[in-house]
């Protein structure tokens, strides 16, 4: 599986909600992030997306499970790219993205790990538009208004220094993506280092799950 980095990825916008174009995906999609923090009504949110509302087809993940923005990066492109194909095993590109975050191939356990739950404090939410040539901006502005109308958060940076700042928890990843095991990740003593060993070993298991 592919996995775009932040050079892969052009910001097209200055929003606090990016809109972001990843490299080799047709122009037809767009793509917009956004990471909320102190969610207030992350079960109201749930609900929306159990009952197939699709003023929320979003995809909802918790933040608490994430290690860098190029994982969720990864997700999107992996789902992109199986919405292309016209392989999906779930109902939409969205609900494909919080399973591209799996390293195996469990959905209902992907939905309960990844995705959002009452719970859930910090939420990241992607948005896929999808139009059949480039698109004036009036839907992705439609997209930001409807996300800071109804979602009772504050919206951050999708940054990885946001990210580190207390959202990720690092005992879940290790113990989603079966890292505990890894001595020698325990063994490395500079941070940044480390984590970045951490998000390597992540995207090579969600690599491995389409194998």
């Keep these: 599986m592919a996995s775009p980095s932040d050079s892969q990825a052009v910001m097209v916008s200055s929003s606090i909600i990016e809109t972001i174009k990843l490299e080799h995906v047709p122009s037809t999609y767009t793509v917009l992030i956004g990471l909320f923090k102190d969610v207030a009504n992350a079960e109201f949110l749930q609900q929306q997306l159990l ?17 860098s923005r190029v994982q969720v990066l990864a997700a999107v492109y992996k789902a992109i790219t199986i919405h292309m194909s016209g392989t999906m095993k779930t109902p939409n590109v969205h609900s494909e993205i919080v399973c591209s975050l799996s390293p195996n191939n469990n959905i209902s356990e992907a939905y309960r790990r990844f995705g959002i739950t009452p719970s859930s404090k910090d939420v990241i939410i992607v ?74 070993l992540v995207l090579g298991s969600m690599a491995l799950r389409s194998l």
């Design 51 to 67: 009952s197939r509302n699709a003023e929320y087809e979003y995809a909802f993940i918790d933040a608490s499970s994430i290690i």
């Design 127 to 200: 948005k896929v538009l999808t139009s059949p040539s480039p698109s004036s901006l009036a839907p992705e502005a439609a997209v930001r208004q409807h996300l800071l109308d109804n979602v009772r958060g504050t919206p951050a940076p999708f940054a990885d220094e946001v990210l580190q700042s207390g959202l990720t928890d690092r005992a879940k990843v290790r113990k989603y993506y079966k890292l505990n095991g890894v001595g020698w990740l325990d063994g490395i003593k500079d941070e940044p280092v480390r984590r970045r060993e951490t998000e390597l």
